[in-house]
């Protein structure tokens, strides 16, 4: 981990970045179903959080300003182009809050946040009383659920890249689990071969997915274009956690000279492995997903962390502050970026890319709890056409493991020790794997469940 470190402060003092400069103004209000004290980057956009996302405050000017922009953008595609351009008029915390308002006006996406939110209350009022028992859903408990680590996950145990913390809670949780090992530096497509050989070698299980990070545009490359449909058959639900389904502007910036040779330079110092870098431009990504496609069986949900520039903090700033003159973003990649055709979002304020909560081990378990009652309700259920449609991934929407021996169900002292520290204590696990990428581009893990739509962007 010191090394990589070292390979990030020495980027950040070759290689410039754009000034940290910008405005710091308190604000405090409701989003996403959470209560925020952080501070924004504009007077519009504090006055957008605290009158609760709308245009119906005391000042009137600002009230008009807001409506102008929704009348402007409201019927357009949330992709990275619409969010820059709201960033130039008013400021890209401004544009996070417009993202997360009109991707919750989606009633399917209202009631996942809003079920998502009361099953972390539910598990955490469990977990107080000590009754383990009931925290695991049996829903989920119908499923296997794999992981797939992420860059570095055997070199840099402390990343969290191997999701070694969500897997023993889950484990003990009697919910059944697995590791898809991968590549921890190799590129998309030799990723992708391996997560296209894994998936065929399912047995009878039911899987639900979770990928985060760079292992997006591996999934969707092994599900969508490696293998058949048919292929896909026991994935039921895909979780993307950051998915860096369109790459990031960061890949780019390290591949493009005179930079690219001092970055070069520095994953050879480190002994770590820059073939995985240019496969996450956002040229190469755009490229993959136009021969990608998804079949429309597999519900896919979108994790998405969105902080505001408040919440940033530490090594991931600098990266934040070179994103931001593209519109919002984690502190590696754009929020539009992430978002799948047909996607479900659920929404993490105040955290960045990383994921470091003290109880995302928690909201790691409410999630996919919330995901498996979901595919309990709607069997049986015949698909709506919009459901069957395919829909271009480049275009912003709404919308085997071996079989595991979990052993039973008791009393997990080792996770009910390791929640009952953490929830009193500020450090934080990550579930976002991933400690440092040099130069920045951080860790992750995979996932998987694609294939049967035209991902070509018109």
Same mark, same amino acid.
């Given at each position: ?10 980027? $950040? ?17 409701? %989003? #996403? ?28 000017? +600002?009230?008009?300003? /807001?409506?102008? /922009? ?12 619409? +969010?820059?351009?709201?960033? =130039? ?28 939110? #009361? ?9 107080? @009383? ?49 590791? %898809? ?12 071969? /391996? ?26 490359? $092994? ?64 490229? @993959? ?5 998804? &079949? ?18 530490? @090594? ?8 931001? =003159? ?20 659920? /929404? ?9 909560? &003290? ?19 709607? @069997? ?61 581009? #951080? ?7 694609? #294939? ?7």
């Amino acid at each position: 981990m010191a090394r990589i470190c070292l390979i990030i402060l020495c980027a $950040a003092t070759w290689i410039p970045v754009s000034s940290t400069a910008y405005p710091r103004i308190a604000a405090r209000g409701e %989003l #996403a179903g959470k209560p925020v004290t952080t501070t924004v980057d504009s007077n519009l956009a504090q006055y957008y959080l605290e009158n609760g996302l709308s245009d119906r405050g005391e000042n009137l000017a +600002l009230n008009n300003q /807001i409506a102008g /922009i929704y009348e402007r953008y409201r019927s357009t595609a949330l992709n990275r182009q619409t +969010l820059k351009a709201i960033s =130039k008029k008013t400021s890209p915390d401004f544009a996070a809050l417009f993202l997360i308002k009109q991707l919750l006006s989606n009633p399917r996406n209202l009631k996942f946040q809003t079920d998502y939110l #009361a099953e972390t209350r539910r598990i955490k009022s469990d977990l107080k @009383r000590n009754e383990w028992s009931q925290i695991a859903r049996p829903a989920l408990k119908r499923y296997e659920v794999l992981f797939v680590p992420g860059f570095h996950y055997l070199t840099d145990k402390s990343s969290g890249a191997d999701f070694a913390n969500q897997r023993q809670f889950f484990n003990e949780l009697g919910v059944r689990v697995e590791l %898809l090992r991968t590549k921890e530096d190799g590129t998309v497509e030799e990723n992708a071969a /391996i997560i296209a050989a894994n998936i065929r070698a399912l047995g009878d299980a039911d899987v639900v997915l979770v990928s985060t990070s760079k292992a997006g545009p591996e999934v969707a490359l $092994a599900l969508g274009k490696i293998l058949a449909p048919d292929e896909t058959a026991r994935v039921k639900a895909w979780i993307s956690v950051g998915g860096l389904i369109r790459g990031t502007p960061l890949a780019d910036y390290a591949t493009t000279w005179p930079q690219s040779w001092i970055v070069r330079l520095m994953f050879r110092y480190s002994r770590t492995g820059f073939q995985g870098i240019p496969g996450l431009t956002t040229a190469a990504s755009q490229t @993959r997903l136009e021969r990608i496609r998804i &079949p429309a069986g597999i519900m896919i949900v979108e994790y998405i962390a969105a902080p505001l520039s408040g919440d940033i903090h530490g @090594r991931v700033k600098s990266r934040y502050v070179r994103l931001r =003159k593209d519109g919002p973003n984690d502190g590696l990649t754009l929020l539009a970026d992430e978002l799948l055709p047909n996607g479900i979002a659920v /929404i993490e304020p105040g955290i960045d890319h990383f994921y470091a909560a &003290p109880d995302i081990d928690v909201k790691s378990v409410a999630l996919a709890s919330v995901v498996a009652e979901a595919l309990h309700t709607q @069997r049986g259920k015949r698909p709506t056409a919009d459901e069957r449609r395919c829909t271009r991934i480049g275009v912003a929407t709404r919308g085997a493991l071996p079989r595991l021996r979990g052993r039973p169900v008791g009393e997990p002292v080792t996770a009910v020790a390791r929640y009952r520290r953490r929830r009193n204590t500020k450090p934080a696990r990550r579930l976002n794997p991933g400690g440092g990428y040099p130069y920045g581009l #951080a860790s992750e893990a995979t996932l998987h469940g694609v #294939a049967g739509c035209d991902y070509s962007a018109k």
